[in-house]
């Protein structure tokens, strides 16, 4: 709701979001666009958690371009943004880290769906709608 997701271990705040064309900082080497995602992770009581294994764990990205398939976007791990190098680092329990995701989009008109769930194979909890811009 609103950006911001919590469950048993994780408390996320997604906190802005872009997308860089190719040639530009932060895809310097990408072919397509990519729509970057910064948000905050929340440790709340894991003894291992990175915001890229909580990202992974909560959120699902779609681009629902396709009339007979679903439309998973694939992630983009070649950006040269900051925020990028905390990724895979430790979050200590009650701390708080920013990251940054990024998917290549496969059109510029068609919005992404980011779905919340409980966990990898837990009961959705919500979704929101990002428009391309």
Avoid: C
Avoid at 33 to 46: A, E, G, K, M
Wanted: net charge negative; aromatic share 6%.
């Amino acid at each position: 709701k609103n950006g911001e997701v919590k469950i048993n271990d994780i408390k996320m705040k997604i906190t802005k979001t872009e997308v860089i064309q190719p040639g530009n900082p932060g895809n310097d080497d990408g072919e397509k666009p990519i729509l970057v995602i910064w948000y905050d992770t929340t440790n709340i009581q894991s003894e291992s958690m990175t915001p890229d294994t909580a990202w992974d764990a909560v959120f699902t990205v779609i681009q629902d371009n396709d009339p007979n398939t679903v439309n998973e976007l694939g992630r983009y791990h070649e950006m040269n943004i900051t925020e990028y190098e905390n990724a895979l680092k430790k979050i200590k329990v009650g701390g708080t880290l920013e990251s940054v995701v990024a998917y290549e989009l496969d059109d510029l008109e068609t919005p992404i769906t980011l779905t919340a769930s409980q966990g990898l194979m837990g009961d959705k909890l919500g979704e929101e709608e990002i428009e391309i811009k």
